[in-house]
């Protein structure tokens, strides 16, 4: 299969299962707002998925939401089988995705620093001692 191919695939995943979200998880004790499916990668031979999530909370919550979403991926997999016309329906594997986080920590950092600024915006380079 074409790397372009798969690729849309992969996206087209990622969009079904983010869309399928909110009926999926309604009224369960984790909450839909609090995820949020970052990517997919499905394997070459279509039959596996891995898909990424990125959940807002502390670190126990972030554990539980994901043996949660891994508890419903048989329902994901209906969703998917019944917008995606496909062979094989992939088995889905969710994992926790912390770039977000370490976007965050990194902008945090980059914040923390006094760096002058001229009259325009634009940083000043400061001489080292």
Known sequence: MSVDRLQRLDSLLR???AESMFQVLQGDSVAPGTVTVTKVSC???LRDAT???SV???DAFKHRAIRHLQSRARRF???INAQVR???TPRLLFKLD???EKGDAVLA???SLNIPADDNGQSVPTENP
């Open 56 to 58: 807002f909370g502390d």
């Open 98 to 100: 912390l770039s977000i």
């Open 109 to 111: 950092l980059i914040d």
């Open 15 to 17: 969009r079904v299962i």
């Open 43 to 45: 394997g070459k031979d």
């Open 77 to 79: 997999q209906q969703a």
């Open 86 to 88: 496909m062979k094989f």
């Open 51 to 53: 898909v990424y999530v």
